[in-house]
T-cell receptor
């Protein structure tokens, strides 16, 4: 079946710095990928839809200038959390075009 | 996408069947029922989906009522590794590469399998 590789699995960064999270589709071409965020003891919330070769579509309340999404190829989408703050600490998860396949998630801790 | 209602938590003895209910009384005719699970600190894992017929795969069985307003996910022989949050999601299956593949997650059911 389809595989989505996400890394890093865990990252700790200082407040004010930027962090990049990568999501790769290993055996299929992903024209669209989805980025979710999950706070402790909460469900997944869709942040944005990443579209290959065009701008991402962000959900209401998600700052596009803070969460930069790049989807320059059919196999790679990246999410960059810019000027991270402690409230950005969360579990970030991507999923592939098919909606069936998810990455393993990235635990971001901002200190 | 239609809203779903699931119990917050359930317990099951190891080796027994786990039956997880989901209510989706506002489901539309073209919406499918999907089940995913999320083991702690991992990405969600697809389990099974169906439209109106009962479905079975190597992981589980999905029983959908005739009026399609509710469904039950059955894990026939639960193991400790099945402890996870189980999400029931209803959505239009637009197929590969379309925006219809976005998923709206509810709170899910925390299933705990006990030794």
């Amino acid at each position: 079946g389809a595989v989505v590789s996400q890394h890093p699995s865990r990252v700790i960064c200082k407040s004010g710095t930027s962090v990049k999270i990568e999501c790769r589709s290993l055996d299929f071409q992903a024209t669209t990928m989805f980025w979710y965020r999950q706070f402790p003891k909460q469900s997944l919330m869709l942040m944005a839809t990443s579209n290959e070769g065009s701008k991402a579509t962000y959900e209401q309340g998600v700052e596009k200038d803070k969460f930069l999404i790049n989807h320059a190829s059919l196999t790679l989408s990246t999410l960059t959390v810019t000027s991270a703050h402690p409230e950005d600490s969360s579990f970030y998860i991507c999923s592939g075009t098919d909606g069936y396949t998810f990455g393993s998630g990235t635990r971001l801790t901002v200190v | 996408d239609a809203k779903t209602t699931q119990p917050t938590s359930m317990d099951c003895a190891e080796g027994r069947a786990a039956n997880l209910p989901c209510n989706h009384s506002t489901i539309s005719g073209n919406e499918y029922v999907y089940w995913y699970r999320q083991i702690h600190s991992q990405g969600p894992q697809y389990i099974i989906h169906g439209l109106k017929n009962n479905e079975t795969n190597e992981m589980a069985s999905l029983i959908i009522t005739e009026d399609r307003k509710s469904s039950t996910l059955i894990l026939p022989h639960a193991t400790l590794r099945d402890t996870a949050v189980y999400y029931c999601i209803v959505r239009v299956d637009s197929g590969w590469g379309t925006s219809g593949s976005r998923l709206t997650f509810g709170e899910g059911t925390q299933l705990t399998v006990n030794p």
